[in-house]
């Protein structure tokens, strides 16, 4: 939702960073305001999944330039665990499995770990398993699964729609979801877009990173911008993303190597 | 006393020769008080034999004992440890509250243990006690030191010299509801503590059985528990049994646990290991009968110095068994982990199934792990796979707990836990598990 009036939340200017000495970002400019709903496109290797990763603060890569405002601070001085608690949530493409970890357990950790960060007390495990249960019908997910280690033998989707319980649970200022899509069946597809619509609100805003045209027919988009070579090289609507699905990438590039010629 | 040699590996020499030989003056007296003189007698001759152990032994390629050789082990003479009910009271389990059985320095001790009402034919208590029963006696005699494996020079130690042991023998088609807590307490005195611990479990066809063996140091000095538990599991018997070690930082502690199964038997072990100086568990396990099955799973944590060694072995003898085992170890600091597992399959031990992974988790540049998963199988109708591997803390999944808000060294220890407790959760008593958690998020 579009309201040209309300905060800005996330702020990328002129971003730079390189994995083992190979520049990937090589200029990101993004602005990103309370309400909206952001999409970014692009080829394998355009560096989306990178810029995800920078702003979450994954060590592996090293910012060489440029500045990433979240809610007035500046994200990149700030360890990943406190960008976290300040409100920034990445939702992985490939979920992590912690074998011998109650996803009960993990979810308490986290959330307390933010509570922590607000100087609010912790919760304790009843009063956390009612609100538990309150939040797993966001991604209609069953109790038991609490009782599973966190996403050990989990399906595919299962895991995403554990990212987006994890999502619901943080409730965070900004929340951008890596390659949500890929993997997921058409019903878990529908699960996990209901669960992000319903998440979505006028006071947060969200990054969704996707391949395809495919998640955009259930979370529609205010904005969509198409990556390559580590840059943006086009920003419009929700119907851009139609025309890539319907066209393909070739003519953006075409267009962008124009511009820049 | 043989002859000392002035330069320095001639008297380690002869102080190997002599170290073993020399604990043995001070064991038994004669006659033994137990009656047990034939058995003291072929022990004692088969130590006389051996050299103290030097890593040019296979069997201790991996674990140097030579620091045991500058101390002077003697049996404890206190009869009455003075030790109250009180000073045990955070270590009994609730489960248990009726059904354990304590030695302090491997005796008997009645007053720290609680053995409530048993039905008819069911015997648990002290070797020493039952002994004097003489329709027990030959039905005891039967089992005790007879396991295979028995003649290994530190099993052979123990025989020659413990003081006490406790039984357990569940009669056929019986079961107890409840677990067994074996609480063996080491209490060193002022002098360097040699204890001779020793447990024999009896399970009669189709019994079950479900047995807390914990090893407990109490105390700081210079200790040297030399264990021994045999395990006699008849047709169809099922027994779960929770080694726990968790001795005190001076104490080297070399046990034997030997498990003899009959047919259609269950035996479910695991073993958890926090403690001593110096850890040697020898864990073997022989199926004697068809359709057996095994699990030897297996936690040890070594931090600081310590060490940490398991040596098991799983001996198929006819077709259709099976053996699982997962043995985890968390090696910190400049500790030392060694795992050797062998398991072998004869040609007559068609249709077997074994699983062997070893998994070990390094969380230091200094840490060591020594590993050697074998499996010897001449059967050619057989499911068999082993592993080892050895892996750091991996950056990602410390990546991924921090993006949820974690901080860094929270994540560790989330992650260190989670794989402890893939273990730990295979212990069948809560109140142990619980302790175990507890423990783990200190680590």
Known sequence: MINPGSEVILSVEDLRAEVDGIEILKGINLEVKAGEIHAIMGLNGSGKSTLSKVLAGHPDYTVTGGKAVFKGQDLLALEPHERATAGVFLAFQYPLEIPGVSNRDFLRVAYNAQRKAKGEDEIDVFDFDDLLEERLDVVKMDFSFLDRSVNEGFSGGEKKRNEILQMALLKPGLAILDETDSGLDIDALKTVAAGVNQLASPDNCMVLITHYQRLLGYIVPDFVHVMADGRIIRTGQKELAEQLEAKGYDWVLAEAAEVSA | ?443
């Open chain 2, 1 to 443: 006393m043989s002859m000392q040699v002035s330069n320095g590996s001639g008297t380690q020499l002869s102080r190997r020769d002599a170290y073993l030989r020399s604990h043995l003056t001070n064991l038994t007296p004669s006659p033994d008080p137990l009656g047990l003189d034939d058995l003291r007698h072929t022990a004692q001759a088969l130590v006389k034999e051996q050299t103290f152990p030097s890593t040019k032994d296979e069997e201790w390629r991996f674990t140097d004992l030579s620091a045991m050789l500058d101390l002077d082990f003697h049996l404890s003479l206190d009869q009455q440890p003075a030790l109250s009910p009180l000073d045990v009271a955070d270590v009994v389990l609730p489960e248990a509250a009726q059904s354990r059985i304590t030695l302090v320095n491997g005796r008997y001790v009645a007053g720290l243990s609680a053995l409530g009402d048993l039905p008819k034919g069911f015997i648990i208590g002290s070797l020493a006690n039952l002994l004097q029963d003489p329709q027990l006696r030959p039905r005891l005699s039967q089992y005790l030191a007879q396991s295979q494996g028995s003649n290994e020079t530190f099993a052979a130690l123990n025989t020659a010299g413990f003081q006490d042991a406790a039984v357990i023998w569940i009669p056929k088609d019986e079961r107890i509801e409840f677990p067994i807590h074996l609480l063996n307490l080491a209490l060193p005195g002022s002098a360097p503590t040699l204890a001779l611990p020793r447990c024999l479990v009896i399970a009669e066809a189709h019994s079950q059985l479900t047995l807390v063996e914990e090893f407990r140091g109490i105390g700081q000095g210079d200790y040297f528990t030399n264990a021994v538990t045999e395990l006699y599991l008849a047709d169809g018997a099922q027994v779960r049994h929770t080694r726990l070690q968790r001795e005190g930082p001076a104490t080297f502690h070399i046990g034997r646990t030997a498990v003899a199964q009959a047919q259609n038997s269950e035996y479910a072990g695991c073993a958890i290991a926090f403690g001593a100086r110096l850890a040697r568990h020898n864990w073997h396990i022989h199926q004697n009968g068809p359709q057996t099955q095994t699990q030897v799973h297996g936690l040890a944590v070594a931090q600081g110095t310590q060490v940490a060694d398991l040596h098991s072995s799983v001996h198929f003898t006819q077709p259709h068994g099976s053996a699982d085992q997962l043995h985890k170890c968390i090696v910190d600091d400049r500790a030392h982990s060694v795992f050797n597992g062998k398991i072998f399959v004869p040609r007559q031990a068609q249709q077997t199934n074994a699983n062997q992974l070893n998994r070990n988790l390094l969380l230091s540049d200094r840490a060591k792990v020594d590993t050697k998963p074998q499996l010897e199988i001449i059967a050619d109708n057989v499911k068999c796979a082993h592993g080892a591997t050895v892996s750091q803390l991996q950056p990602d999944e410390i990546f991924y707990l921090q993006s949820r808000g974690i901080d860094q060294s929270q994540a560790q220890r989330l992650l260190i836990y989670g794989f402890a407790m893939e273990i730990v959760e295979k212990i069948p008593v809560e109140s142990v598990r619980q302790r175990l958690s507890e423990r783990l998020k200190q680590v």
